[in-house]
């Protein structure tokens, strides 16, 4: 379908350009008074989103970007289109999901899939894309159907509410493998287990000899090591239970849209951040206690996801900027409502990963967003 999707954007006087890689194919539509294409008025990006190739949702906005600057296009976002071509669907879905004017075109299918964020045209691209099917059913052509008729000829406006299914698969399961978050749950609960074994965790002596975040230790005998072990233990069962329930649930969102490697730098930034702040804390208040557990990795999660949130318009993986908001905002009141509880290190975590989300992430994908407002 993308060939013939092609040959009719050529007939409509879009004129395709020279690109790379060789899977994304750009077209433009000159100026009125431009009889090459210097200056252009709209364009269409056709993705050949075959095996082997990949896309991360960050990357669409900053190719649009660049077709833009270069062509001196305004900054309204219904000036370019993209168009994934794909026989797994599926696998396109984020790139459509999380960037306004990207369809997905389902080729073992035959099927248009636009999401509710998805324009219903483009100048007049829909239509093409009807006229390519009915061709090649060897219909006539006639009158475009209403949009509650579109399912009669394989066209497919799907919604991106909540699906349970597609969400318990994605919230037990995953469409991508975690490694990172996997990874930590498996070693905290190992650390837990084994230091177990050979003492009482609850008991702070024993916490402080395998590796507690306690300010004497640190600052008199220099074991600044003490600001990574900590991250990786928990007093009882039940602050580790609680920790690594809400590390795989919500590790999975914020590994999934950083990547392994900048997730594991902002988890591990954020504990050691968090503990150095924790430490400042116990230093102010003169009192040297022992502090240990992941949560305050777990609020740099907290943190970074809300930044990744604000960076795709608000809106990520059905959680909006609001609910993320009040989430923080529950969980910071029940710190501060508890006792016992390391309110500094939580607070570092906190705004930790949300400065080095920002730094490794967000900046490069704000750049990028030629769309927003």
């Given at each position: 379908m993308i060939q013939q999707f092609e040959q009719a954007l050529e007939e409509k006087g879009y004129i395709r350009l020279k690109s790379k890689p060789e899977w994304v194919?750009?077209?433009?539509?000159?100026e009125e008074d431009e009889t090459r294409a210097e200056r252009a008025r709209r364009a269409v990006i056709c993705i050949d989103y075959g095996p082997g190739y990949s896309m991360s949702v960050h990357q669409v906005p900053l190719v649009r970007s660049k077709i833009r600057d270069y062509f001196g296009m305004p900054i309204d976002q219904d000036r370019i289109l993209v168009v994934v071509f794909t026989r797994d669907p599926e696998r396109a879905r984020p790139l459509s999901m999380e960037n306004p004017y990207c369809w997905i075109v389902d080729e073992r299918d035959e099927k248009l899939i636009l999401y509710e964020n998805q324009p219903s045209d483009f100048d007049g691209m829909?239509?093409?894309?009807?006229?390519?099917r009915r061709k090649d059913l060897g219909q006539e052509a006639q009158e475009p159907p209403r949009r509650d008729d579109y399912n009669g000829y394989h066209f497919q406006r799907r919604k991106s509410g909540w699906n349970l299914k597609e969400e318990l698969q994605w919230l037990f399961l995953g469409r991508k493998k975690h490694f990172v978050t996997v990874f930590l749950v498996l070693a905290n609960c190992l650390a837990f287990g084994i230091l177990s074994l050979w003492g009482d965790l609850g008991q702070s002596r024993y916490m402080i000899r395998v590796g507690g975040m306690y300010a004497p230790a640190i600052l008199e005998n220099g074991q600044w090591w003490r600001l990574l072990t900590c991250i990786f233990l928990h007093f009882d069962i039940s602050h580790l239970f609680h920790n690594m329930l809400i590390l795989y649930f919500l590790g999975k969102w914020v590994e999934e849209a950083l990547g392994s490697a900048r997730y594991a730098a902002v988890y591990l930034g954020s504990g050691i951040l968090g503990a150095i702040l924790s430490l400042w804390g116990s230093l102010s208040s003169g009192e040297a206690y022992v502090s240990a557990g992941a949560s305050g990795a777990i609020y740099?999660?907290?943190?970074?996801?809300?930044?990744?949130?604000?960076?795709?318009?608000g809106r990520y993986r059905g959680l909006s900027l609001q609910r993320m908001a009040f989430m923080i905002l529950l969980c910071i009141y029940q710190s501060v409502s508890s006792i016992g509880v390391d309110n500094m290190g939580h607070m570092g975590g906190l705004l930790s990963g949300a400065a080095l989300t920002l730094l490794l992430y967000g900046i490069s994908c704000l750049a990028g967003w030629e769309t927003q407002e």
């Open positions: 194919h750009t077209f433009v539509l000159p829909r239509a093409i894309a009807e006229e390519i740099g999660l907290m943190g970074a996801l809300a930044v990744i949130i604000l960076v795709h318009r």
